[in-house]
Protein backbone atom coordinates (compact mmCIF):
# COMPACT_ATOMS: atom_id res chain seq x y z
CA UNK A 1 0.00 0.00 0.00
CA UNK A 2 3.00 2.14 0.39
CA UNK A 3 4.18 2.16 -2.72
CA UNK A 4 0.79 3.04 -4.27
CA UNK A 5 0.17 6.21 -1.97
CA UNK A 6 4.11 7.55 -3.34
CA UNK A 7 2.95 7.18 -6.67
CA UNK A 8 -0.52 8.88 -5.91
CA UNK A 9 1.23 11.70 -4.24
CA UNK A 10 3.70 12.13 -6.89
CA UNK A 11 0.97 12.07 -9.21
CA UNK A 12 -1.08 14.82 -7.58
CA UNK A 13 2.25 16.82 -6.87
CA UNK A 14 3.41 17.02 -10.50
CA UNK A 15 -0.09 16.69 -11.94
CA UNK A 16 -0.11 20.74 -13.73
CA UNK A 17 -3.71 21.05 -14.81
CA UNK A 18 -6.27 22.48 -13.04
CA UNK A 19 -7.96 19.62 -11.10
CA UNK A 20 -10.31 19.90 -7.66
CA UNK A 21 -10.55 16.37 -7.58
CA UNK A 22 -8.06 13.42 -7.60
CA UNK A 23 -10.23 10.12 -8.54
CA UNK A 24 -7.72 7.39 -7.44
CA UNK A 25 -8.09 3.33 -9.28
CA UNK A 26 -5.65 0.47 -7.90
CA UNK A 27 -5.85 -2.17 -10.23
CA UNK A 28 -9.60 -1.13 -12.09
CA UNK A 29 -11.10 -0.66 -8.71
CA UNK A 30 -11.97 1.82 -6.32
CA UNK A 31 -9.12 1.68 -3.49
CA UNK A 32 -10.18 1.17 0.28
CA UNK A 33 -11.07 3.84 2.40
CA UNK A 34 -7.79 3.04 4.54
CA UNK A 35 -5.52 3.74 1.78
CA UNK A 36 -7.52 7.26 0.91
CA UNK A 37 -7.00 8.25 4.27
CA UNK A 38 -3.04 7.70 3.62
CA UNK A 39 -3.12 10.57 1.29
CA UNK A 40 -4.98 13.34 3.60
CA UNK A 41 -4.82 15.95 3.36
CA UNK A 42 -4.97 16.00 -0.56
CA UNK A 43 -8.51 16.44 -2.09
CA UNK A 44 -8.64 12.42 -3.42
CA UNK A 45 -11.85 9.90 -3.72
CA UNK A 46 -11.99 6.97 -5.39
CA UNK A 47 -12.66 6.54 -8.90
CA UNK A 48 -16.15 5.94 -9.08
CA UNK A 49 -16.83 9.73 -7.91
CA UNK A 50 -15.84 10.89 -11.04
CA UNK A 51 -17.39 10.63 -14.47
CA UNK A 52 -16.27 11.44 -18.06
CA UNK A 53 -18.55 13.67 -19.25
CA UNK A 54 -19.34 15.67 -22.61
CA UNK A 55 -17.40 18.85 -23.28
CA UNK A 56 -18.05 21.73 -25.37
CA UNK A 57 -15.74 20.98 -28.54
CA UNK A 58 -15.54 21.51 -32.00
CA UNK A 59 -18.01 20.41 -34.48
CA UNK A 60 -18.13 16.64 -35.39
CA UNK A 61 -15.16 16.05 -32.83
CA UNK A 62 -16.22 13.96 -29.71
CA UNK A 63 -14.86 15.70 -26.77
CA UNK A 64 -15.38 15.02 -22.99
CA UNK A 65 -13.54 16.08 -20.15
CA UNK A 66 -13.59 14.14 -16.59
CA UNK A 67 -15.66 16.05 -13.27
CA UNK A 68 -16.10 15.16 -9.81
CA UNK A 69 -20.17 13.49 -9.85
CA UNK A 70 -20.80 15.70 -6.66
CA UNK A 71 -19.66 19.21 -7.47
CA UNK A 72 -19.35 19.09 -11.32
CA UNK A 73 -15.95 20.25 -11.20
CA UNK A 74 -12.52 19.35 -13.15
CA UNK A 75 -11.16 16.19 -11.87
CA UNK A 76 -8.74 13.88 -12.75
CA UNK A 77 -8.27 9.53 -12.36
CA UNK A 78 -5.44 8.10 -11.53
CA UNK A 79 -4.59 4.49 -11.80
CA UNK A 80 -2.36 2.27 -10.52
CA UNK A 81 -2.00 -0.66 -11.35
CA UNK A 82 0.88 -4.02 -11.39
CA UNK A 83 3.61 -3.48 -8.98
CA UNK A 84 7.08 -5.34 -9.93
CA UNK A 85 9.22 -5.13 -7.10
CA UNK A 86 13.67 -5.75 -7.01
CA UNK A 87 15.53 -7.27 -3.85
CA UNK A 88 17.50 -4.19 -4.33
CA UNK A 89 14.79 -1.92 -2.55
CA UNK A 90 13.28 -0.78 -6.47
CA UNK A 91 10.13 -1.05 -7.81
CA UNK A 92 8.03 -0.51 -10.60
CA UNK A 93 4.37 0.49 -11.05
CA UNK A 94 2.11 0.46 -14.12
CA UNK A 95 0.15 3.63 -13.97
CA UNK A 96 -1.53 6.39 -15.40
CA UNK A 97 -3.96 9.33 -15.67
CA UNK A 98 -7.12 10.19 -17.64
CA UNK A 99 -8.63 13.74 -17.43
CA UNK A 100 -10.41 13.96 -21.15
CA UNK A 101 -10.82 13.27 -24.40
CA UNK A 102 -7.47 14.42 -25.64
CA UNK A 103 -5.20 14.22 -22.26
CA UNK A 104 -5.02 10.43 -20.98
CA UNK A 105 -1.35 8.53 -20.32
CA UNK A 106 0.17 5.34 -19.53
CA UNK A 107 3.46 4.96 -18.36
CA UNK A 108 5.75 3.22 -15.69
CA UNK A 109 6.25 4.78 -12.27
CA UNK A 110 10.16 3.79 -10.82
CA UNK A 111 10.68 3.98 -7.60
CA UNK A 112 13.68 3.69 -5.10
CA UNK A 113 13.33 2.76 -1.34
CA UNK A 114 14.90 5.47 0.66
CA UNK A 115 15.26 4.45 4.02
CA UNK A 116 11.24 3.60 4.65
CA UNK A 117 10.03 5.89 2.31
CA UNK A 118 9.57 5.06 -0.87
CA UNK A 119 10.60 7.76 -3.83
CA UNK A 120 9.36 8.12 -7.63
CA UNK A 121 12.38 8.22 -9.30
CA UNK A 122 10.73 8.99 -12.74
CA UNK A 123 7.77 8.13 -15.27
CA UNK A 124 8.38 6.87 -18.47
CA UNK A 125 5.43 7.68 -20.61
CA UNK A 126 4.07 4.32 -23.20
CA UNK A 127 1.53 6.28 -24.36
CA UNK A 128 0.03 9.99 -24.27
CA UNK A 129 -2.99 11.34 -26.02
Same mark, same amino acid.
Given at each position: ?34 ? &? ?18 ? *? =? ?7 ? !? ?25 ? !? ?10 ? =?????? &???? =? ?12 ? *?
Amino acid at each position: MEIYAAVARYQIRVWDLKADTYCIQVNGKDPSHEF &LKLLAPLAVKPASACVSKPA *S =GQAGRVVSR !VVDKKTGKPAVIFDLDRIERSPEGKAD !VEGGYDCASQCS =GRGKYR &LDLQ =GTEWIVKSFDITFQ *S
